[in-house]
């Protein structure tokens, strides 16, 4: 009586296990690659609404202080703080008025989204009410610019939690 036996032989084992380690060789890079290219498109994404906010709450800020948007030459969220910081404190707002920095990150909050606007560090440029460019940290190692193109896949080692070098290179590049 002839028995059959039914399975896989260890060298067929090996050889499945072999192809698949060298499947992943060969896709675990290119899927880094992939991740990496996503996240830096989403701290550029994050900057260019983050400006888009900022314009938005610039435009509001004039309706509580008289043209006071067209003095502030630069806004700052260095940590995750309860506020931004003007840097350039307009001569038109009195210094005991400090609520100020409060008022304009509650405002650029609501135009964000709250879950990843609590998380964020930036440095944005004004210009005559409007701003002109936006460096953002996304986390600590991802940093995006508005206008895109300064960050890319490539050189987002170098700007690495640096989203003020990042705007003012950002600003470098719209004056060229």
Same mark, same amino acid.
Do not use: G
């Given at each position: 009586m002839k028995t059959s036996r039914k399975g896989f032989t260890l060298i067929e084992l090996i050889v499945v296990i072999a192809i698949i380690g060298v499947l992943a060789a060969i896709l675990v890079p290119s899927m880094l690659g992939y991740v990496k290219k996503s996240k830096v498109s989403s701290a550029n994404s994050t900057a260019s609404s =983050?400006?888009? &906010?900022?314009?938005?709450? =610039?435009?509001e800020l004039d309706e509580i202080y008289e043209d006071v948007s067209a003095e502030i030459t630069s806004l700052e969220r260095a940590s995750t703080s309860r506020s931004a910081?003007?840097? &350039?404190l307009p001569a038109s707002v009195s210094a005991a008025d400090v609520?100020?920095?409060?008022v304009i990150w509650d405002s650029i909050k609501k135009y964000l989204d709250n879950s990843r606007a609590n998380k964020l560090r930036f440095y944005a440029i004004c210009d005559g009410g409007a701003c002109r460019c936006v460096g953002v940290s996304i986390d600590s190692v991802y940093t995006g610019t508005y206008p895109a193109g300064v960050v890319n896949v490539d050189n987002c080692k170098d700007y690495k939690n640096k989203y003020k070098d990042a705007c003012l290179d950002a600003e470098a590049k719209l004056t060229t």
């Open positions: =983050l400006q888009k &906010a900022i314009n938005t709450t =610039l435009m910081s003007v840097t &350039a609520r100020i920095n409060a």
